[in-house]
């Protein structure tokens, strides 16, 4: 029997391994990655196959998967029958949007229910609005979809999400695109311990070692897409950030060594003979 989202969380304070399921799919890779920003859709391909991962996040409104007739489709090159297409809201400011949004995807994708859900609140920060995002989770919850929800790093947000009916709460380490890194691993932390849906980060990631360190903390999960498609090469970036988020979750299962302000002998000398 495949574990659920409760048992996932209960375990994640003991550090236990388990798979990441979304909406009743396992997943051997933690790392989603997006479509926006590359040079065309076969440099997309070639990142997807270096990150090992298993998901692509496009955005509805930027994205042709078939909406523009005569254009290329991003899935006559990235199949949705060996990976999962995640549609997002991408561009969305008004929770009616995102629902529409959301609506037109499932017709695309034959009834597709997956979504990532992103309201934003303004083009300069693209800050999450959390207000018309709750409306939306609210609304497509109600409809059928299976959302996944991308937010603030306000831990009373997260668990409101995941109350709503959220089948992954994904709060930002930093805004959009910045490469700021984790800003404030300590509302990530908070956000874990509370959680019983898979939490992913997504947003603000940069390079290999922020990957890691949101893994460390014990996320289940990263989804980036400027840190891989604006590097100088994204393929090999791509490639780094598997390692990365491979190398942080078997971190946090191995448990660090406590913080010690003084130092601590790394060949122990008591009881031996001088």
Request: aromatic letters at 4%.
């Amino acid at each position: 029997m495949q574990p659920t989202a409760t048992s996932q969380a209960n375990d994640r304070t003991q550090a236990t391994d388990r798979p990441l399921v979304l909406a009743g799919k396992t997943y051997q890779s933690r790392l989603i990655i997006g479509s926006g920003k590359y040079r065309d859709f076969q440099q997309n391909l070639d990142a997807m196959v270096a990150s090992g991962a298993q998901m692509i996040t496009v955005a509805i409104r930027r994205v042709n998967l078939g909406q523009n007739k005569g254009e290329p489709n991003l899935l006559d090159v990235i199949s949705p029958e060996k990976y999962t297409i995640l549609p997002n809201t991408a561009g969305c400011y008004t929770a009616a949007d995102a629902v529409r949004t959301c609506r037109m995807a499932r017709e695309l994708l034959d009834g597709h229910k997956l979504v990532k859900l992103e309201v934003l609140g303004d083009q300069k920060t693209l800050y999450p609005n959390v207000t018309e995002t709750l409306v939306a989770a609210e609304q497509l919850v109600a409809d059928g979809f299976d959302v996944m929800v991308y937010t603030s790093d306000d831990p009373l947000i997260a668990k409101r999400l995941e109350e709503i009916g959220c089948i992954a709460v994904m709060p930002l380490g930093a805004p959009i695109g910045s490469g700021l890194g984790i800003r404030n691993p300590y509302n990530i932390r908070l956000i874990l311990e509370n959680a019983k849906v898979p939490i992913i980060v997504d947003a603000g990631v940069g390079t290999a070692s922020d990957a890691t360190i949101a893994m460390e903390l014990g996320c289940d999960g990263v989804l980036m897409n400027t840190a891989i498609a604006e590097a100088r090469d994204p393929v090999l970036m791509a490639s780094a950030m598997q390692k990365a988020v491979a190398s942080g979750r078997e971190a946090w299962l191995a448990g660090r060594m406590p913080r010690k302000l003084y130092a601590s002998a790394s060949s122990p000398i008591d009881g031996t003979f001088f």
